[in-house]
Every structure is written in structure tokens, then in C-alpha cells.
């Protein structure tokens, strides 16, 4: 079977033509698809790196909401604690804040922002219930009200306060790593085009050397040889290896050269015989 596809092989002859046009289609076809890998790299990871860093910046709009709502309810129980007149307790929506919370929850998913919220529900949770204490502290003629909020409260508060500036600042450090997977997600994606660009300047490369060696070496002997057959009347004898019209030429200078040299020979032995 060997020896069957090596004789199909000898037999299957290329044109000169179909071998410089096959070996510049399969270098574009090596560029083309590089970078066509190159562009669709970079689309998905443009698109994934996206989309997370617009969940970041959700997530950090979310948790600067919730840190505005619990500082304007804060401030208005300290407003409550030194108005004399009081007509009516602050409001506070709780089940927004809660469905915020759970927002950030499933935004996050494993990631390690995941605990922070939820110290922030717990510590919610405790402020919440301290708050509700005020009512019964204003009817109360023994309790201290500043004393309640400051020793109280706002101990509560500053630990849910805190818990929230924590969660924010890990909301921006994830932004910035996803600022920089997509900078490293660039690179990557460029790399098939580095590579398609250094493969194709090789093929090119071969492909010179190819032509100079099977196609440009075989001209200039054959052109040499013509000139010492005309010049000095010595045998073309050139001779290389070779299946295509380039070959076939060669072989054809050396039939005519031949015959020339025969008619040559036949013409001075007919001079000879005149004489």
C-alpha cells in the first residue's frame, strides 16, 4: 500500500502555478483564521469582563444606597433624641433595605464579598431591633435618651456602618481585578494574531527560499549553461530534480541543444566530405 500512494504521488503532478498559488493561499488561510480567533477571543472576553464590571458598579450603587438610607435614618433618631416636640417616629423601609441585601447576596454568588453581606444583614438586624427600643424610651421618664442613642445605638450603628464601608471597598477592589482580567484578557487574546503574524512572516520565508531554491537556482543554471553551450559550444548537461512545467523546459533545452549539436556535427561532416 506504501509503495502504492508514493508511485500515485510521483505520478500526481503539480503546475508551477498551482504550487506558488497553493503555498500563498495556505499562508493567508493561516492568517485568516488567526485572526478570526484573535477577534472572537476578544469579543468574549470584552463581553464577560463587561458585564461583570457593570455588575460591580450595580453592586456599588446598591450599597451606596444602602448606606444613605441607614445614615438619614440615623441622623433623623438623633433629630427625634433632641426634638422636645415630637409628633412622629422616623420610617424606615425596611423590606427595600432587606431586598437590596438580598440582591447583593445573589449578585455576589462564591465570591468573598458573600460574607460581608451578610454581617451587614446581622448587623442591620441588631440596629433594627435597638431602634425599636425608642419609642419606649421617649415614654420612659427614667432612661436617658442621649445616653440610649450614644451608648446604645450608635455603637449598633457604627458596626453596620462599618460592615458596609467594608463591603463597598471589596465591591471596588473587585472592580479593579476585573479591570485588570480584562487588561490580561486583551493580551491573551491578541497572542493567536502575534502568533498568526509570526507564522505567516515564516511561511513567507519558506516560500522565498523555496522558489529561489526549486525555481530562481534552476534559471540561472539553465541560463548559464545556454551561454557556455552558445559562447564556448560546450554540452548542456544541466540537470535537476523536479515534476513540473519548469523541469519539462529544462528537458526540452536539452533535447534542442542536443539536437542542434547533432546537426552541427552532421553539417561540418558534410564540409568535410566536400572538400
Known amino acids: 500500500m506504501f ?8 505520478e500526481f503532478r503539480l503546475s508551477l502555478k498551482m504550487k506558488l498559488t497553493l503555498a500563498l493561499c495556505a499562508i493567508a488561510v493561516v492568517l485568516l483564521m488567526s485572526s478570526i480567533i484573535s ?31 441607614v ?15 415630637l409628633s412622629s417616629l422616623p420610617d424606615f423601609d425596611r423590606q427595600a433595605f432587606l431586598n437590596h441585601c438580598d440582591s447583593l447576596r445573589i449578585s455576589f454568588g462564591a465570591s468573598r464579598t458573600v460574607p460581608l453581606a451578610d454581617s451587614v444583614l446581622y448587623a ?10 425608642l419609642e419606649d424610651v421617649l415614654e420612659s421618664s427614667f432612661i436617658n435618651t442621649r445616653d440610649w442613642y450614644f ?15 467594608r463591603l463597598s471597598g471589596a465591591q471596588y477592589d473587585q472592580l479593579q481585578q476585573n479591570s485588570r482580567d480584562f487588561d490580561s ?10 502568533v498568526a503574524v509570526s507564522v505567516g512572516i515564516l ?4 516560500l522565498l527560499f523555496y522558489i529561489l531554491v526549486y525555481y530562481v537556482k534552476p534559471i540561472y543554471h539553465m541560463r548559464d549553461e545556454l551561454s557556455d553551450y552558445l559562447t564556448y559550444r560546450k554540452r548542456y548537461t544541466y540537470t535537476f530534480d523536479g515534476n513540473d512545467q519548469l523541469s519539462d523546459l529544462n528537458n526540452s533545452v536539452t533535447d534542442l541543444t542536443e539536437e ?8 561540418s561532416d558534410l564540409k568535410g566530405k566536400q572538400q
Open 3 to 10: 509503495v502504492t500512494v508514493r508511485n500515485w504521488l510521483q
Open 39 to 69: 477577534v472572537l477571543e476578544f469579543r468574549r472576553m470584552s463581553n464577560y469582563v463587561s458585564d461583570m464590571m457593570a455588575d460591580n458598579v450595580h453592586n456599588i450603587q446598591v450599597t451606596q444606597e444602602l448606606v444613605n438610607a
Open 71 to 85: 445614615d438619614t435614618y440615623n441622623l433623623q433618631l438623633l433629630a427625634v433624641i433632641g426634638d422636645d416636640n
Open 124 to 133: 442591620y438586624s441588631a440596629y433594627m431591633l435597638a431602634s425599636m427600643e
Open 151 to 165: 451608648n446604645r445605638l450608635q455603637p449598633l450603628f457604627g458596626r453596620m456602618r462599618g460592615y458596609l464601608d
Open 185 to 194: 484578557g486583551f493580551s491573551r487574546s491578541i497572542i493567536p494574531g502575534i
Open 203 to 206: 511561511l513567507v520565508f519558506l
Open 260 to 267: 542542434n549539436r547533432q546537426l552541427r556535427r552532421r553539417i
